[in-house]
């Protein structure tokens, strides 16, 4: 397009932009303002016009921060634009930021002396500012007592304990505590005191008031990063001192949000104008913590953590640290970490833990998942190919075996990558013939890769052809270490067939003595925890088969151990104790069985699974039962805690399963069960979401929610009951929800209105005509609790046929439902005189109510006569209507019934006679 086709364009947006402002139409005014700057390149005064016409509309929409930026960027060209100064200076004050909104007030009023709207607005700000002032004074004095305590070390170690959790208090408590610290250069006063001061609570809170500077606020941690300088960091890190460490951490994930616009929920995403404005900042960071990775001078804790650091904040959208780690040789520095080896010594050896490979593995996984198209993931498989090609080709034997740890990990995490390396030809009979020798660094890494090759069926038959014999063999060892990791190869060959019956890979019984020695290494007080975890490893294998579980079930000092190893656990054997749990309780995911395609199956002699008779459900309830006596609940509750989302998908499964039965959903809520729910259901992946919003949903249904859950819990549950409200849940799911919205919906109004606010209304009543019974009657009855709403009541009372819908449930052959129906009715038209005169439009509307006064059930003559009687009192004309029909002859003979199980409804008949004869419908017989 043409430069004056551009401007001519431009003129012709910009009109329709300021009609649109005019009329009122803000969103058409926004796209016209936005294309018309679109088509300006160069910044000129026709251009400051449309920034600042820009941001009267998002000051009109509410969106300050969007006007602030627009008329930053209008003054950028015409400096004192009054206009601009104005709009800005109102969406300062909308934002509570009094200081800027009064600056740029005056010069507003500098710049235009004759503009008369300004001045009241000056008039609010100034004594507001000179509050603000005020307290700044006092907040100075306080701030500079406190240094002279903290970092005067001639000092009593009390005092300035004391000083420095005063200064912590002052970071927290506001923005403005925030900006007097660093005016007072509090930033280098600590880097300083780092340096001398060895008193451990001091230091601690040192690093707490640099989180807290950093924490939601991106000119403070910009101003930290400038003071401290990014390799400071790396240098904090680099201690024993563990709550220093996390200190170091927790300040570096609190800059990194600030600066990304994310936070320290698992699901947040980065923001892309933040990450674009910081990609200063957040680059020297990223590169910083990447060139950090594999230097020799940092110690193991320090390196781990970095790792986390990296995994935590390696995400797809807009920060793109996944193509960057690829393009910073950082994937090779993470593989420089997976082939080390603990149990080795040599001059160029770098530092790790026991926890290093996993954590690397979870890195390499994530960022693997977060590469957005095959070019990458390409450069990701070159990379690893360089890298283990040139360790293949050396010939020493030990970094062959450097090598196979770092295959290992790859098939601990970014399994399709391992998997396409360990395929090639030689890998496996590589890593089988280290298993023969008689070294036991080799026999050790070549035990670990065998186990993690497992993972895929297709790879496990050339594996069990010729390593199960090699395993058995290396089982002999005299080093438990050589034992207990051959023992896990050979329980994960023996567990290949999973949960089906008929497929054993090994002989009958083989299993059992498998679980059994797994259990002598578990129970035994002089085995290492090291081994304790890879004793657990096997047993999550073996408990898919159900003679074992139902072994284990009875064993108590094993699931004692197992209990007490899952308390004290934070990392690499989380996983499989979980998953034993899983096991146990059958919580693992099924496929659904269609019994046509069973026969299907037979009939073309393909295999069908097969179920073990002792995971019938009798059994399954009983090792649930069981568990929850040796303390499961509070195990899980523990564990929820944990960022896996693998692992917090497990733990949603488990409660679901042992929310089955109602015996055990009282003893989850009173242990912390609900907390843990809620927050599992707000956060993991889509599937744990599901399980754990089930779970809340069984308690709901259970126990009073007023009791179990309190007020504030139930609000928060209503969003995921109202998830399982969905098209691609389950019958089961979709009725366990509406059950549990039933009984909240009785809670109190604001839970109601949580209901509606949230579009509860419409996903409950799309099933009030659901071919399912249950389905069909669960949402009358929760319909019904919520028309105690008034809110619920307008709704009705508008142009729809809510009303009608619930009149002909009424009718319902389910007495249950057609109860709640009757009930919903009664509420409706006792509340609203609008909603008495709708029911009298309806069709047959006369033989239905009849049919109700006449009902056997005396539950829904009662409420027959509740309508009968609302209609009545709502209006003489509808009044009239009512006894001119037969509905007279009915009521006439209610009131005369002489049983004494009626008198309720006596007493209701009597009270719509006596009503309609004092409005002189009908007169009292002499």
């Known amino acids: 397009m043409m430069p004056e086709e551009n401007f001519e364009n431009e003129i012709i947006l910009k009109e329709q932009g300021n009609v649109a402002f005019k009329n009122g139409d803000w969103l058409r005014a926004l796209n016209c303002y936005s294309n018309a700057l679109d088509l300006l390149k160069e910044n000129n005064r026709e251009k400051s016009i449309l920034y600042k016409n820009r941001a009267a509309v998002y000051n009109k929409l509410g969106e300050f921060e969007n006007a602030i930026r627009d008329c930053s960027s209008s003054l950028n060209i015409v400096v004192d634009d009054p206009k601009a100064l104005f709009r800005r200076c109102y969406a300062y004050e909308q934002l509570g930021k009094y200081e800027e909104a009064y600056v740029d007030g005056k010069q507003c009023l500098l710049s235009d002396p004759a503009n008369k709207e300004i001045q009241p607005i000056l ?4 004594p507001i500012v000179q509050e603000k002032v005020k307290e700044n004074a006092q907040l100075s004095n306080k701030i500079e007592s406190m240094f002279k305590f903290v970092f ?22 506001s923005n403005s505590g925030c900006v007097g610290l660093l005016k007072f250069g509090i930033v280098s006063k600590i880097k300083g005191l780092l340096k001398n001061d060895k008193n451990s609570e001091v230091r601690i809170n040192a690093l707490r008031i640099i989180g807290q500077l950093c924490k939601n606020n991106e000119t403070c941690t910009k101003q930290v990063l400038v003071d401290l300088g990014v390799p400071w960091f790396i240098d904090a890190l680099n201690t024993e001192n563990q709550n220093e460490i996390n200190g170091v951490t927790y300040i570096i994930q609190e800059a990194l949000n600030s600066l990304t616009g994310m936070s320290n929920k698992l699901d947040s995403s980065p923001n892309e104008e933040k990450c674009i404005k910081n990609s200063k ?14 230097r020799h001078s940092i110690n193991k804790f320090a390196r781990d953590s970095i790792v986390e650091i990296l995994t935590r904040n390696i995400h797809f959208n807009n920060v793109n640290w996944a193509e960057r780690l690829i393009d910073m040789k950082g994937l090779q520095r993470l593989l420089e970490i997976a082939a080390e080896l603990i149990e080795t010594r040599y001059e160029s050896k770098m530092e790790i833990t026991e926890y290093s490979h996993t954590n690397v593995s979870v890195c390499l996984s994530r960022i693997y998942d977060n590469l957005t198209c095959d070019k990458s993931r390409e450069k990701y498989m070159e990379a690893v190919d360089e890298f283990l090609k040139k360790m293949l080709l050396d010939p020493d034997i030990e970094t062959k075996v450097r090598a196979v740890s770092t295959l290992t990990v790859l098939l601990m995490g970014p399994i399709d990558v391992g998997n396409s390396v360990i395929s090639r030809d030689g890998i496996i009979e590589m890593i089988l013939a280290m298993a023969t020798t008689n070294d036991k660094v080799q026999q050790k890494i070549a035990c670990e890769c065998i186990i993690a090759a497992t993972s895929k069926k ?9 390593g199960t014999q090699i395993l058995k063999n290396l089982y002999r060892s005299g080093d438990d270490d050589i034992r207990i990791r051959a023992l896990v190869g050979l329980c994960k060959l023996g567990s290949s067939g999973g949960t089906d019956a008929s497929i054993r890979p090994f002989s009958e019984g083989s299993t059992l003595k498998l679980a059994e020695a797994c259990r002598r290494f578990l129970i035994h007080p002089n085995t290492n925890p090291d081994t304790k975890r890879w004793a657990v490893e096997g047993l999550s294998y073996l408990t898919l088969d159900a003679e074992v579980k139902e072994k284990l079930i009875e064993d108590q000092a094993a699931l004692e151990a197992i209990m007490g190893l899952a308390k004290s656990e934070k990392t690499s054997a989380m996983y499989a104790l979980v998953s034993i749990f899983v096991n146990l309780c059958n919580a693992y995911e099924k496929q659904e069985v269609i019994p046509e395609m069973i026969e299907l199956a037979k009939f073309s002699k393909q295999h069908v699974p097969e179920d073990h008779e002792l995971d019938d459900a009798d059994f399954v309830n009983k090792r649930i039962i069981l568990l929850s006596k040796h303390g499961v609940i509070t195990v899980l509750v523990q564990l929820s805690k944990t960022e896996s989302l693998n692992i917090k998908e497990l733990i949603s499964r488990l409660f679901n399963a042992i929310c089955i039965l109602p015996e055990v959903r009282g003893e989850v809520a009173k242990l912390g069960g609900i907390k843990a729910l809620l927050e599992l259901a707000h956060s993991g992946t889509p599937k744990g979401k599901r399980q754990a919003s089930q779970a809340l949903a069984r308690i709901g249904i259970s126990i009073n929610p007023e009791v179990s859950f309190k007020e504030q819990r139930c609000l928060e549950s209503i969003r995921p009951f109202l998830s399982l409200l969905h098209p691609d849940c389950s019958a089961l799911e979709n009725f366990e929800s509406m059950m549990a919205l039933c009984n909240m919906a009785s809670v109190n109004e604001r839970v109601r209105k949580k209901i509606l606010d949230s579009g509860g209304l419409q996903l409950i009543e799309s099933y009030l005509f659901e071919e399912h019974l249950m389905l069909r009657r669960a949402s009358v009855q929760c319909f019904t609790n919520l028309m105690l709403s008034h809110e619920v009541i307008k709704v009705i009372e508008g142009d729809n046929d809510r009303l009608k819908m619930l009149f002909l449930l009424c009718e319902e052959e389910d007495e249950d439902t057609s109860l709640a129906a009757a009930g919903a009715v009664a509420i409706a038209v006792s509340n609203s005189v609008q909603c008495s005169k709708k029911l009298m439009t309806f069709n047959n509307w006369e033989e239905s109510l009849k049919a109700l006064l006449a009902h056997p059930n005396n539950a829904m003559q009662h409420r027959a006569l509740v309508i009968a009687h609302s209609l009545i009192c709502a209006d003489k004309e509808i009044a009239e209507k009512v006894f001119a029909t037969n509905i007279m002859e009915v009521l006439m003979a209610l009131s005369i019934m002489d049983d004494e199980k009626k008198k309720d409804i006596k007493e209701m008949a009597e009270k719509c006679l006596k009503l309609a004869e004092d409005l002189k419908l009908i007169k009292k017989a002499a």
């Open 123 to 126: 008039s609010r700000l100034h």
């Open 152 to 173: 005067t070390i001639e000092e009593s170690i009390d005092k300035r304990i004391t000083a420095i959790k005063n200064l912590l208090v002052i970071s927290k408590e």
């Open 281 to 294: 900042e957040i680059d020297a960071i990223l590169t910083c913590l990447v060139c950090s990775i594999d």
């Open 458 to 466: 297709s790879k496990i038959t050339p594996i069990v052809k010729l």
